[in-house]
C-alpha cells in the first residue's frame, strides 16, 4: 500500500482553491514545504499530518490512504 498523503493534499488544497503559500501560512509551513509534500520529494512528520487533517477535517487515515 503506497502513501497517497502527496496525492490527497493536493486534492484537498486544490478543493478549497488554496495557493501551495496559503495554505503553508494557515498551517504554519513555508510554501516549498507543501510543494515538497505533493511531489512527494518528502514525507511529513506526525504534527504536520495532524495539522492538515484538522484544516481539512479529514483524518489522518484518509490522508494516508488507509482509508477512504
Known amino acids: ?4 498523503f502527496f496525492i490527497r493534499l493536493k486534492e ?7 495557493s501551495q503559500q496559503k495554505l503553508g501560512s494557515i498551517i504554519g ?14 514525507q511529513p512528520l506526525i504534527p504536520a499530518i495532524i495539522k492538515v487533517a484538522l484544516y481539512f ?9 488507509l482509508e477512504e
Open 29 to 42: 509551513y513555508s510554501q516549498s514545504i507543501i510543494s515538497d509534500w505533493e511531489r512527494n520529494k518528502i
Open 1 to 4: 500500500m503506497a502513501n497517497k
Open 12 to 18: 484537498l488544497r486544490e478543493k478549497k482553491a488554496l
Open 57 to 65: 477535517n479529514v483524518s489522518s487515515d484518509y490522508l494516508l490512504g
